[in-house]
């Protein structure tokens, strides 16, 4: 089975182009805020994608529901990827029946568009046990992807799981990715170093990648939206080792 090369905060069509050239399979963009969300750059990196044939994803951090309808109108991303977060900070499970009923309103407008569901996982390091798999049972009927992403208790974009740059405790990512029917996309601070791992680890339908493919800023941190080629290319040929290896596992 192949697994998916995911790559986000891809803001025009020129990075598009040259990550689709990297053998990248899906890209993702992100809209910042819903009084921005008219981006043409991103718009025309969309085409870019789906030119190639490669699905692409749109992230809105933002859900007010009559301007995320106008986003979609606007963009006809193939995934719509929501990421709100979804626990306290004390990793108690915050009621979600409203976004799950958004959800169903959106797919109903949108019926051929994809919706991918972020879904958090602890850090490595951290203690706490949060309802992983509750939160997935819960969006399970109307989410085409689950995005497992790494949960910190405060997120570096308030109210929103992602790009923290930290590992996610992939015994718990194995765990969801055994007991759900919907396909579950690894992500949480993978790297060309260790997507082989990650993959190897918790079989995913797909592995994803913003920071630890982004330019280095060179004080030790990375410049958003901008990738670094050789990193991106590396993370890459990662997957399809760890992809082979997996076909070679499940063979008699």
């Keep these: 089975m192949r697994v998916a090369v995911q790559l986000y905060e891809i803001q025009d069509p020129r990075e598009a182009e040259a990550v689709i050239e990297l053998g990248v399979d899906r890209i993702g963009s992100v809209i910042l805020s819903e009084e921005n969300w008219k981006v043409p750059a991103i718009k025309e990196a969309i085409r870019v994608s789906n030119g190639a044939g490669i699905k692409h994803s749109l992230i809105p951090l933002f859900n007010t529901e009559g301007v995320l309808l106008r986003t979609i109108e606007y963009y006809q991303p193939d995934i719509l990827h929501l990421c709100e977060s979804l626990t306290h900070d004390n990793g108690h499970m915050m009621p979600c029946q409203a976004l799950v009923d958004l959800q169903y309103r959106v797919k109903e407008r949108f019926p051929s568009m994809e919706l991918m569901r972020s879904v958090p996982i602890p850090a490595q390091d951290n203690s706490h046990r949060i309802p992983t798999l509750d939160i997935a049972e819960r969006f399970g009927a109307v ?30 990512a194995r765990r969801l990715v055994e007991s759900s029917t919907t396909p579950v996309v690894l992500a949480g601070g993978l790297s060309p170093e260790n997507v082989y791992e990650g993959v190897m680890a918790v079989r995913p339908f797909g592995a994803d990648s913003c920071t630890k493919t982004n330019a280095d800023a060179g004080n030790g941190g990375y410049i958003r939206f901008k990738k670094d080629r050789e990193k991106v290319k590396a993370f890459v040929a990662e997957v399809r080792r760890a992809e082979k290896d997996l076909a070679n596992l499940r063979s008699p």
């Design 143 to 172: 989410s085409d992807y689950f995005l497992i992403d790494t949960w910190l208790g405060k997120e570096p974009v308030e109210g929103y799981l992602g790009i923290t740059g930290c590992v996610c405790d992939w015994r718990a």
